[in-house]
Structure formats: C-alpha cells, structure tokens
C-alpha cells in the first residue's frame, strides 16, 4: 500500500496513454458483463426451480404431445399420494395477446391447488376466492401486471394458436413472489375453463405435484413411468429442474458462443493492456536503473510494473461496472425486454468481472515486468531512451 | 507531395511487436463481429428460401406454425377443389396434405431436442423441387421407414442409416439422408403420412398447394380468409418461413452491437498505438516538415498507417472466420415450431468485406488524433527535443 502514489503517479505519467487504456478497458468490461448478465438472467429460472420438491409428469415424446386425462385418477390415488400431494394439469396455452412481440407465460392450471403447489407465490384469500368463484378469472404475476397494465377488472383477450380457441379472461388478482421477482411474469387461469372452449377434449399438457420430501422423487419416477411404459403415451417423470433444463438443451451451444464471446474479450483486454505496459516500461529504462541503484529490489520494480498495469485494468472493470449498475440495476433498462424483463448484474458477475480484470492486469504486466526486473542497473543507466 | 508508402511499411517493421499486437487485437474484435453474423446468416439462410415461391401453405386460421395447425380431410379436399390450382400430367392436382408432430431425440452431447417430424406423401417432394436423397435410399410407404434431414443426422444419436429408433412408442427404421439446399427441411425427420397419423393420433397440419400462377397464390390466399366456414389461412410458403427469421435479426443486431462496443474499445487501443508511433518520431516528423512536406501530407501519412494496421488486423479476423467457422453445422430451438432449427455458419465474402471495413474504420478513428496531433508539430521545438 505504501508504494500506491507510486504506482499512480507512475500511471499517470503518460496521461493519454493511461486515460486511452483505462477507456478502451472499460469498453471492453462492459460487452463481458453485458455478457455474463444475459447468461446469468438465462440461467435464473432455471436454477431458482430446486428447492420446491415439484415434480412435472410430461410425454416422453417430448412437451408437445399430450397425456390421457386418464393418468389424473391414478396419481391422485392412493400409490401416488403416498409419495406426492397437490396434483395440477398444467397446459401452456401460447397465444397472442394483442402483438406477437407481447410475449409472457400464459398457463392454464387446476386453480384449487395453485396456492399449494407455488407456494412461492402470495395470493390474498380474496382474490384467490374469485378465482375460484368465476371461470374465465385469471391472476398475473405484480410485476408482468405493472408492465401491461393489468389491475383488477382488466379484460384480457388472448389469440389461441395451439389451441384453435380465443381467451377471454378477466384479472381478478395480482400474485407476488417474494424469493425471485422473474416469477411474477406468468397469467395464470383456469384448465377447466380451457376445457370448456376446447369443447372437453381433455387435452392435458403437463401434471404436476408436490413430492413429499425429495427422497419420494425417484418412487414418483418408478411408479408414473413405470406405469405408463408400455401404454400408447409413455410418461417421462422429471424434477422441475430437470424439466427447466430441457429448454437449454434445446437453445443447444448457443450458450457456448455466448461464453466465448467473453473470453475473446478478455484476450483483447489483456493485449491492449500488455501494449500500454510495454511502451510504458521501454521508455522508463533509466528511471528503473535509478530506482534500483537507490534500493528498491528487483521484486519492489517487478510489482510496481505489475501493479500498474492492475491499476489500469481495475479502474477500467470499475468504470464499465459502474456503468452497468446504473443502466440495469439502478435504471431498469433491459437490452430485450420481452426476453429478459429483468436484466440485473448480479453480484457473481461483479465478482467475475474483478477477478478477470485482475488476471488480465497481471497477465500483461508478466513480461514488461520481467524484462524491468532482470535487466542489469548498468546496463539500464548506459540505454538511452 | 506524399509521403512515400514504403515508410509506413517500414515504420510499422521496426515497431512490430506494438503493431502485432494491435494487429492481433482488432482481428479479435473482427472475428467477433464475424462470429454473430455468420450466425446470423446461416439461421437465415436456412429459413428465408425455403419453401417454393408459387406454393400456397395452408393452415388452420391463427395457428402460427404448421406444429400448432389441425386440418380435417375433408377441408383438405376442399382446398384441393379451389381453381387455379396446378395438375400434374395425370390431372391430378398438385397438392401434398402433410402432418408435423414433435418428438424429442437425444442429442449427441446427452441432451435432448425437439425434432419435427413430417409424414408426408407421395407429392411432397414434387412440390418443393429440391429435395434429394444424399444417402441411402427414400422412404416406402406404411413400412415404418424414415429419412432424415442432412442438418440434424451428425448431431443426434441414433438417427444415422440403419439405425431404428424409438419414437413416440414405435421402432422407426432410418432409410436415407436427405439434401434441400441447406433449407429448413434439413433439420427434420420425413416419414410417411399415414405412419405418422397412426402413430401420434393427429389430422393433418397443413396443405401445401401449387398454383398455377403468381396471381392466383393472391387470389387463393384471400379466397380461404374470405371463406369464414372452411377455417383456414393461406400463406404464400416462402413467407411462412420468412416470418419464423425473429432469431436471426436478434443475433445480428446483439451481434452488432457487441462489435461496435468492442470496437469502441479498439479504437481506444489503436489510438495508443498511434499515440506511440507519433511520439517516438517527432524529430522525424519535423525533419520531413523540413523537407518540404506538408502538414497534410504527414497527417495522410499516419492515417494510412493507420488503416494498415486496420486492414491486417480486419483481413486476418475475417479470413480466419471464414476458414475456421464457414460451413460448421450448428443449431438451436425454433420458437414457432417448438423445434430444432439446424444450420450452418456462413461466413459469406460480403461479410468478409464489411468485418474488414470495419476493422479499418476502427483503426482509422484510433489514428486520426495522434496524426492531427503529428501533423501539428512545432518544427523548431521538435527539432530541439531529445
């Protein structure tokens, strides 16, 4: 620490240089932290799903085939209820409401077992009364309301497209979610409702329940598929995190391009950097033999290089961060808000972001700093620059 | 008078590791930019096109993808009946009644993805002109036998000739690899129709119509939106599949704002470049404002230098795209069908030219202030200067 006037002193020698390095930094920092952010709001949903013990029974065709509404009656039956409570229909109903590019989760579900198995979600007793009460109700998540201006009364139609039928729905309350505020972007209304326009066609895409505790999970996956094998629509059983996971295979290595992005990223950062250190130490020669003939060591000058370059490289990550902060955290602004209604830097990717502009300081530094170290005084004093 | 060109050849010789390392920096920032297009381009190049130009494809009103379309025989022999519609030399009518389902099939990475599969018949592939076997043989009705798209065969398991997966509760026997020109076809399974109705209890999703003339895909598309009783929509087949090109604009326009950023950043490490180029000849410089050369043409100089630098750095981003990424089978879920879209990266000679241009507009910004700054120069101070 004694040594930091030092260093910045040392930095800001060559001011342009130092300022143009910083900038260039800082710009770079920010398309790795824009990039991490989009990954992270990725990966949100899918990780928040683990701790709730649900469990999703769906085709083993894959999500766009159907179940037999005959599976209903036997999990919740007594075999099944042994290991598992709260049995839901769960269909994604997909559909238009009012422009394609309005995109959020519309889901028609068993309302009376709603509060029950999302138990996440804060429904007043009132409002999930109406629920119950009126057909064609639904409740959307606060924050998805906020967005659209849904409130109590609204009515909301929506264009069916899987379904050939139109929905017209009626807010009747508005959910919270206090672990995660990206699960208040779903419409929630009712299967049997669902059911009556389709004409009692039955069509059920998902079920969904409660596992009692999570070593019930693998008995469900025996028992449902083991049952269904050899019928004309063979289930596959699968935790929630499983079944959030399926929509990452198929984005398939997008992701992976994503993540190279990044690193390539920090590669420009490190040569940029590694440029300035360069110039930098090639025209302080004199200055460096001097130092040591006063008593620094060869260590002391390999860490004021070193130190340097970190400075600059810190000081860049600081700027973009800031500026991240302020874009997405402070002020909301999303890249692509149907997408990623939230689009927050969150604390890994600040930690990431450091840690990367660290190594990428040190890194460029390696070699200046080296070839400062281990030059002999005389030598140094003898160069002229 | 200019200054010679050889100089800043030479100048950039002696000062090569700075000039590497520039260069190496902005063909970074160019193979990113080329990256996300190449990306691009390919998603596009696998949706827009496909289809024929004089086919109508028609679907339940408001389904938005054939996977979500539902259609009855009967309508389909309706639809058949309109006017204007082509026939073959027999008289029967160029019409192809098609069924898409979803299965999911595991990836070879353990993964799984949503595959469309299309039963279809003996017309489908009259009606779209470009369909070939690339292995093996076609299909044969009612047999259970599949033929799968060129895009998906590498990058799934068990879906190679001879192989006889499971899907949807029955074996289904591989027969062939087809080829479409790298269109949307090529990322789906093809069997036959009555086998897939079978087996996954659907009608029909869609009908693909010829018609006769360019006037009549109009004519026929307001026929069926007219026609409130039939249920059905026409679309002409080529803008069905334009509209699913969502995902390729996002990835070109992310693509291109993460190159501008980046670039941004380049330009602040081109600049230091030029900065050090500068400073380290002042007395150069005033010794050729001695000689007679002019401000202009020393401020042109550094700027060609400049774009030298530019154009390595862009050229060698861009070649190295187009080596390393051009042609590589990627793919990646289709929201509008719920399915696996397979294409390629297309690292196109036009992508080439504008990565590069960008290279050297980059370099260029980096250098303009430091050859203002050296065509400014002092003569007498410079001269004085150590």
Same mark, same amino acid.
């Given at each position: 620490m004694k040594f930091l006037h030092l260093v910045v002193r040392n930095a800001l020698r060559n001011r342009v240089r130092t300022v143009l390095t910083i900038g260039g930094s800082a710009f770079l920092m920010f398309v790795l932290v824009f990039v991490m952010t989009a990954l992270t709001?990725?990966?949100a949903w899918e990780g928040q799903a683990a701790k709730k013990n649900r469990v999703a029974v769906q085709h083993s065709t894959g999500l766009a085939n159907p179940l037999p509404i005959s599976l209903e009656e036997y999990l919740k039956g007594p075999e099944i209820q042994a290991h598992a409570q709260h049995v839901q229909k769960l269909n994604w109903f997909g559909g238009t409401y009012q422009d394609p590019r309005n995109f959020f989760a519309r889901f028609a579900v068993d309302h009376d077992q709603l509060r029950e198995l999302?138990?996440?979600?804060?429904?007043?007793?009132?409002?999930? @009364?109406?629920?119950?009460?009126?057909?064609?109700?639904?409740?959307?998540?606060?924050?998805?309301?906020? @967005?659209?201006?849904?409130?109590?009364?609204? @009515?909301?139609? &929506?264009?069916?497209?899987?379904?050939?039928?139109?929905?017209?729905?009626?807010?009747?309350?508005?959910?919270?979610?206090?672990?995660?505020?990206?699960?208040?972007?779903?419409?929630?209304?009712?299967?049997?409702?669902?059911?009556?326009?389709?004409?009692?066609?039955?069509?059920?895409?998902?079920?969904?329940?409660?596992?009692?505790?999570?070593?019930?999970?693998?008995?469900?996956?025996?028992?449902?598929?083991?049952?269904?094998?050899?019928?004309?629509?063979?289930?596959?059983?699968?935790?929630?995190?499983?079944?959030?996971?399926?929509?990452?295979?198929?984005?398939?290595?997008?992701?992976?391009?994503?993540?190279?992005?990044?690193?390539?990223?920090?590669? &420009?950062?490190?040569?940029?950097?590694?440029?300035?250190?360069?110039?930098?130490v090639r025209e302080r020669v004199t200055e460096v033999a001097v130092l040591r003939t006063i008593g620094f060591t060869s260590g002391h000058i390999r860490f004021l290089i070193v130190a340097e370059s970190v400075f600059v490289t810190l000081t860049g990550a600081l700027l973009s961060l800031g500026l991240a902060l302020l874009l997405f955290n402070v002020f909301k602004l999303s890249p692509a808000p149907q997408f990623f209604p939230y689009f927050f830097v969150a604390p890994p990717t600040i930690a990431i972001s450091l840690g990367a502009a660290l190594a990428a300081g040190v890194v460029s530094a390696a070699v200046p700093a080296e070839l400062a170290a281990g030059r002999k005084i005389v030598d140094g004093l003898r160069q002229v620059v | 008078m200019a200054v010679p060109f050889k100089y800043n050849l030479r100048n950039l010789r002696v000062r090569w590791i700075t000039a590497a390392m520039t260069v190496v920096g902005l063909a970074l920032v160019t193979l990113v930019f080329v990256f996300w297009w190449a990306l691009g381009i390919g998603m596009e190049r696998a949706l827009v096109g496909t289809g024929h130009p004089l086919n109508l494809i028609v679907m339940r009103t408001g389904a938005q993808s054939e996977t979500n379309s539902m259609l009855a025989k009967k309508q389909a022999e309706d639809v058949a009946g309109l006017d204007g519609?082509?026939?073959?030399?027999?008289?029967?009518?160029?019409?192809?009644?098609?069924?898409?389902?979803?299965?999911?099939?595991v990836k070879r990475d353990g993964g799984k993805a949503n595959v469309a599969i299309r039963g279809v018949g003996p017309r489908a592939r009259d009606l779209r002109g470009n369909i070939s076997v690339a292995e093996g043989r076609w299909l044969k009705p009612n047999l259970g036998e599949i033929v799968v798209g060129r895009g998906i065969v590498g990058r799934f398991r068990g879906i190679h000739i001879g192989d006889e997966p499971v899907i949807r509760g029955r074996p289904w026997k591989v027969v062939g690899i087809f080829a479409a020109d790298g269109q949307a076809y090529e990322s789906e399974i093809w069997a036959d129709g009555d086998d897939v109705r079978a087996q996954f209890k659907r009608d029909y999703s869609s009908l693909i119509v010829r018609c006769r003339d360019d006037a009549t895909v109009g004519r026929l598309t307001r026929v069926l939106a007219e026609d409130k009783q039939i249920k059905l929509e026409g679309k002409r087949h080529t803008d069905y599949y334009r509209e699913q090109n969502m995902a390729a604009m996002m990835l070109k326009a992310l693509g291109t704002v993460i190159a501008i950023v980046l670039s941004i950043g380049a330009i602040f490490g081109a600049a230091n470049t030029m900065f050090a180029a500068v400073a380290s000849r002042t007395r150069e410089i005033a010794t050729m404002r001695v000689l007679g050369f002019s401000r202009f043409s020393i401020w042109l100089s550094f700027m060609l230098e400049s774009a030298l630098l530019g154009l390595a750095g862009g050229a060698a981003g861009a070649l190295i795209g187009r080596l390393a990424l051009n042609g590589m089978m990627t793919g990646t879920a289709n929201w509008t069908t719920f399915s696996e879209l397979a294409f390629q990266f297309r690292v196109t000679p036009d992508l080439m030219l504008w990565a590069t241009v960008l290279s050297i507009v980059t370099a260029v910004a980096g250098g303009f202030l430091p050859a203002w700054r050296a065509s400014r120069a002092t003569i007498a101070t410079a001269l004085r200067g150590l």
């Amino acid at each position: 620490m004694k040594f930091l006037h030092l260093v910045v002193r040392n930095a800001l020698r060559n001011r342009v240089r130092t300022v143009l390095t910083i900038g260039g930094s800082a710009f770079l920092m920010f398309v790795l932290v824009f990039v991490m952010t989009a990954l992270t709001e990725i990966y949100a949903w899918e990780g928040q799903a683990a701790k709730k013990n649900r469990v999703a029974v769906q085709h083993s065709t894959g999500l766009a085939n159907p179940l037999p509404i005959s599976l209903e009656e036997y999990l919740k039956g007594p075999e099944i209820q042994a290991h598992a409570q709260h049995v839901q229909k769960l269909n994604w109903f997909g559909g238009t409401y009012q422009d394609p590019r309005n995109f959020f989760a519309r889901f028609a579900v068993d309302h009376d077992q709603l509060r029950e198995l999302w138990s996440e979600y804060t429904i007043s007793d009132a409002e999930y @009364r109406s629920l119950c009460a009126m057909k064609n109700a639904c409740i959307v998540g606060k924050s998805l309301a906020k @967005r659209y201006g849904f409130r109590v009364g609204k @009515r909301i139609a &929506i264009v069916g497209d899987i379904y050939p039928v139109d929905l017209d729905l009626e807010v009747v309350g508005l959910y919270t979610c206090a672990d995660d505020v990206r699960l208040e972007e779903q419409l929630y209304f009712r299967w049997d409702y669902l059911d009556e326009l389709t004409g009692g066609e039955k069509i059920v895409g998902t079920y969904w329940m409660k596992a009692r505790t999570p070593d019930d999970v693998a008995k469900l996956k025996e028992l449902i598929d083991g049952r269904t094998k050899n019928s004309s629509d063979p289930t596959e059983t699968v935790t929630e995190k499983e079944f959030n996971a399926q929509f990452m295979s198929m984005m398939g290595n997008i992701i992976g391009i994503v993540m190279m992005v990044g690193g390539i990223v920090m590669v &420009i950062m490190t040569l940029m950097t590694a440029n300035t250190m360069a110039m930098s130490v090639r025209e302080r020669v004199t200055e460096v033999a001097v130092l040591r003939t006063i008593g620094f060591t060869s260590g002391h000058i390999r860490f004021l290089i070193v130190a340097e370059s970190v400075f600059v490289t810190l000081t860049g990550a600081l700027l973009s961060l800031g500026l991240a902060l302020l874009l997405f955290n402070v002020f909301k602004l999303s890249p692509a808000p149907q997408f990623f209604p939230y689009f927050f830097v969150a604390p890994p990717t600040i930690a990431i972001s450091l840690g990367a502009a660290l190594a990428a300081g040190v890194v460029s530094a390696a070699v200046p700093a080296e070839l400062a170290a281990g030059r002999k005084i005389v030598d140094g004093l003898r160069q002229v620059v | 008078m200019a200054v010679p060109f050889k100089y800043n050849l030479r100048n950039l010789r002696v000062r090569w590791i700075t000039a590497a390392m520039t260069v190496v920096g902005l063909a970074l920032v160019t193979l990113v930019f080329v990256f996300w297009w190449a990306l691009g381009i390919g998603m596009e190049r696998a949706l827009v096109g496909t289809g024929h130009p004089l086919n109508l494809i028609v679907m339940r009103t408001g389904a938005q993808s054939e996977t979500n379309s539902m259609l009855a025989k009967k309508q389909a022999e309706d639809v058949a009946g309109l006017d204007g519609i082509e026939r073959d030399a027999q008289g029967g009518a160029m019409v192809s009644a098609e069924t898409i389902v979803i299965a999911n099939v595991v990836k070879r990475d353990g993964g799984k993805a949503n595959v469309a599969i299309r039963g279809v018949g003996p017309r489908a592939r009259d009606l779209r002109g470009n369909i070939s076997v690339a292995e093996g043989r076609w299909l044969k009705p009612n047999l259970g036998e599949i033929v799968v798209g060129r895009g998906i065969v590498g990058r799934f398991r068990g879906i190679h000739i001879g192989d006889e997966p499971v899907i949807r509760g029955r074996p289904w026997k591989v027969v062939g690899i087809f080829a479409a020109d790298g269109q949307a076809y090529e990322s789906e399974i093809w069997a036959d129709g009555d086998d897939v109705r079978a087996q996954f209890k659907r009608d029909y999703s869609s009908l693909i119509v010829r018609c006769r003339d360019d006037a009549t895909v109009g004519r026929l598309t307001r026929v069926l939106a007219e026609d409130k009783q039939i249920k059905l929509e026409g679309k002409r087949h080529t803008d069905y599949y334009r509209e699913q090109n969502m995902a390729a604009m996002m990835l070109k326009a992310l693509g291109t704002v993460i190159a501008i950023v980046l670039s941004i950043g380049a330009i602040f490490g081109a600049a230091n470049t030029m900065f050090a180029a500068v400073a380290s000849r002042t007395r150069e410089i005033a010794t050729m404002r001695v000689l007679g050369f002019s401000r202009f043409s020393i401020w042109l100089s550094f700027m060609l230098e400049s774009a030298l630098l530019g154009l390595a750095g862009g050229a060698a981003g861009a070649l190295i795209g187009r080596l390393a990424l051009n042609g590589m089978m990627t793919g990646t879920a289709n929201w509008t069908t719920f399915s696996e879209l397979a294409f390629q990266f297309r690292v196109t000679p036009d992508l080439m030219l504008w990565a590069t241009v960008l290279s050297i507009v980059t370099a260029v910004a980096g250098g303009f202030l430091p050859a203002w700054r050296a065509s400014r120069a002092t003569i007498a101070t410079a001269l004085r200067g150590l």
